[in-house]
């Protein structure tokens, strides 16, 4: 009948997953406040990035991008003039996926279309990958989101390099005043690192939250069969942990998912569609530079 | 601190290969799924789209060709009934025309043989009239030759008998 919070946890680690990601949590804040004291751990983490090149991550990875290719290539074959229902679904989700598209970036910005969806398909696979429990969510990863958060701000400096001019995209850094340029830049930083935070910590926090309640729900299975012998208590299976987790993994995992891939395709539309303005808004210099071109 | 570390650096820690295969995996994806699913499908899309589009305008051409024709069917049709009655008042009115002029040369032609005739009988009635005159003057003289005994000149004769008519004719 005796055990304290901590005792339950300690016993929890070996049944569930999630007092490793409590004591991850706690690692990180310790790693926060002792880290700066210690250099050593700093150099660990910098050459941690170049460790370990086959993650649990990757694996999501390869296979997620697999799935996709099959999927897409049933999807996309033996298609007809007068369609079957299949083909109807995906032919609406592609107009859909188009419409999109022109609505946020403007029709002249069509051809961005099959990136954003490519991008849709994989944020959201990615993420519903985790809910197999044997493989890890591809977005819950850091590294994941920065690289395709990075992605979206190369193709910002690309198109607006290509479309003002290198000269001018500097220039845009110190407006509307030469005081704002350090603002500038770190907004420009703080771009992609929000955006790569955002996906990954509303799959990584949802991951975490099941598993807290998951653990919450042990606890209650223990608690309330805490008059059972011990022998019978090792046995005994935490009931309460089915049922409430199935309908808040429709929130964490469907929902959370399906909105965190909409809006990181939507700023990438948005940020990559400022970056590339219809033609006839372009300035000037360009025009004029493909006259004499011509 | 060392698990710690471990376990910031999984949580939290960017790890450059999986950015790596991230990259490359969205590169490929996007690759595979450009040509394999969205070309195609927004290519069908578009030409069932450019089709129908086709298929309105053709509709709508056709239309307006048949109510072209049809306006100018009406046209023709109403025409063709002016037409028709123009012809038909104009025939009534010749044959109105043309019956009058029977009739009045009826009637003209009527009056002149009516005409004629009346001279006829007249020229008769004074031929026979001069004839019995003679006749009755012949009988007469004859009469009064066989009457009288004995002869009176044919100029004397002819004078009594001519007056003797005048004035049976005026006793008439």
């Known amino acids: 009948m005796q055990f304290s919070f901590i005792s339950a946890l300690a016993e929890l680690e070996l049944s569930v997953t999630g007092p ?20 050593d ?36 074959r033996k298609l007809k003039k007068r369609p079957g ?40 696979f990615g993420t519903l990958i985790g809910m197999t429990a044997v493989f890890k969510s591809v977005t819950a990863d850091l590294s994941v989101t920065l690289a395709w958060a990075l992605v979206t701000s190369g193709l910002v400096w690309y198109n607006n390099i290509k479309n003002f001019g290198f000269r001018n995209w500097l220039k845009g850094f110190t407006e509307p ?9 770190i907004s420009e930083v703080a771009q992609p690192l929000s955006m790569a935070f955002r996906h990954f910590g509303n799959v990584a926090g949802g991951g975490v939250l099941t598993t807290l309640i998951y ?9 309330i069969f805490g008059w059972l012998p011990k022998a019978a208590l090792e046995v005994f299976p935490p009931i309460f942990q089915v049922g409430l987790p199935a309908i808040l993994s429709v929130y964490f995992d469907l929902f959370s998912g399906f ?4 809006v990181f395709c939507l700023l990438t539309m948005i940020y990559v569609g400022a970056a590339c303005p219809p033609p006839e808004e372009l300035p000037e ?3 004029s530079k493909k006259k004499i071109e011509n | ?53 086709g298929m309105y305008s053709d509709a709508e051409g056709k239309r307006a060709e048949a109510d072209a024709m049809r306006a100018e069917y009406e046209a023709r049709l109403s025409e063709a009934k002016e037409e028709s009655e123009e012809i038909l008042k104009s025939a009534r009115r010749r044959a109105a025309l043309k019956e009058e002029e029977i009739l009045n040369d009826a009637k003209a032609e009527a009056a002149r043989v009516l005409e004629r005739a009346d001279e006829e009988i007249e020229l008769e009635r004074k031929r026979i009239l001069n004839e019995v005159k003679d006749e009755v003057s012949g009988l007469a003289v004859g009469i009064a030759s066989a009457v009288i005994g004995r002869d009176v000149t044919e100029e004397e004769h002819h004078e009594l008998i001519d007056t003797f008519i005048d004035e049976v004719g005026e006793k008439k």
């Open chain 1, 20 to 39: 490793k990601i409590i004591l991850r949590i706690r690692a990180i804040w310790e790693a926060l406040t002792k880290g700066a004291e210690n250099p």
């Open chain 1, 41 to 76: 751990s700093m150099t660990r983490i910098l050459a941690g990035t170049l460790s370990h090149p086959i993650t649990q991550t990757t694996i999501s990875i390869f296979l997620v991008t697999g799935i996709l290719m099959l999927l897409g290539w049933l999807a996309g």
């Open chain 1, 85 to 124: 229902g299949f083909q109807v679904i995906t032919e609406k989700l592609v107009s859909m996926l188009y419409g999109l598209v022109g609505d946020t970036m403007g029709r002249h910005n069509l051809k961005f279309a099959p990136y954003i969806g490519t991008l849709f398909l994989s944020s959201l």
């Open chain 1, 177 to 185: 005043i030469v005081v704002m340029t350090p603002m500038n830049i």
């Open chain 1, 215 to 223: 653990s919450a729900l042990a606890l209650l299975t223990q608690i």
């Open chain 1, 259 to 262: 909105v965190q891939a909409f």
């Open chain 1, 285 to 287: 210099r360009k025009k």
């Open chain 2, 1 to 53: 601190m060392e698990w710690f570390l471990n376990e910031f650096e999984t949580f939290v820690g960017v790890n450059f290969w999986t950015m790596l295969f991230a990259w490359c995996n969205l590169l490929i994806l996007y690759i595979f799924l450009k040509k394999f699913l969205f070309k195609p499908i927004k290519k069908m899309i578009d030409s069932r789209q450019a089709e129908i589009d």
